[in-house]
């Protein structure tokens, strides 16, 4: 039988080598994206390659209206994997309300409204799973990311939750929480900024996307049939 996984901010760094390693599992994918319709193009002329039936979904995360699209563009499912976000570096103090409410939503209530949406389309299959991209700062908190420190917090929460209440059904959700990876987020720091934090982590260098998606794979596959409400750290030992 096919197997399909929606995958949201497919067109970010962990979210487009996700789809790619993904496909070459033979899994037919749901790929949402808001805004960045050249990275999409160019991930979908590199899909061509494994002959999975493939879907775009054009949606804004920041509104309810986002939401419903990407639901009504959904027929089977058998995963869910929440790759999209943003962040916001600034001292707490001089966060607008907008950015908090930005952030809130494309972290927590449109996740949260997506996966409860499409839950009876997961529960039709005994072995399906989710997967929410939360981060090292979900965990640990960080100054200057206070806000997305708290929303990331909040995911890892609804994963532990919605596990136990979803297990007897055989749907398993965990999360996976990256540390500092080598994708735009970055692109904020300095080059000494990005030296200062790779000394900081044991293994001394940045995480690389795909070191990040073969984690989700994992979650994703039989090997990991016993785990659920889990949080996985992809941290090179940062935090521990």
């Keep these: 039988m096919k197997k399909f996984a929606l995958i949201t901010g497919a067109s970010g760094g962990i ?11 033979g899994w037919n994918l749901y790929l949402h994206y808001h805004s960045n319709i050249e990275k999409m193009n ?47 570096y600034s001292l707490f103090t001089d966060l607008d309300e ?7 939503q494309i972290h927590v209530k449109s996740p949260l409204l997506l996966i409860k949406k499409l839950l009876p389309k997961l529960m039709k299959f005994h072995d399906s799973s989710i997967v929410i991209i939360s981060s090292i700062w979900g965990q640990t908190g960080a100054a200057c990311e206070v806000m997305y420190s708290t929303v990331k917090g909040a995911q890892i929460s609804f994963v532990k939750a919605l596990s136990k209440e979803m297990a007897s059904n055989g749907l398993r959700i965990n999360c996976v929480a990256p540390g500092a990876v080598k994708t735009g987020m970055m ?33 994703l596959s039989s090997k990991s049939s016993y785990i659920t409400g889990q949080t996985l750290s992809v941290n090179g030992g940062w935090y521990i």
């Design 42 to 88: 160019t991930l979908v002329q590199q899909l061509e390659a494994y002959n999975i039936e493939l879907i775009t979904i054009q949606a804004d995360l920041r509104t309810n209206e986002g939401v419903h699209k990407i639901i009504e563009s959904i027929f089977q499912l058998n995963a869910i994997v929440i790759c999209s976000g943003t962040s916001s």
């Design 98 to 104: 907008n950015t908090i409410d930005d952030l809130l």
């Design 187 to 219: 692109d904020r720091f300095t080059e000494e900024e990005i030296e200062e934090i790779e000394s900081e982590i044991p293994l001394g260098r940045l995480a690389m996307p795909e070191e990040v998606s073969e984690a989700i794979s994992f979650l």
């Design 15 to 25: 979210g487009a080598t996700t789809a790619l390693k993904l496909a070459s599992e």
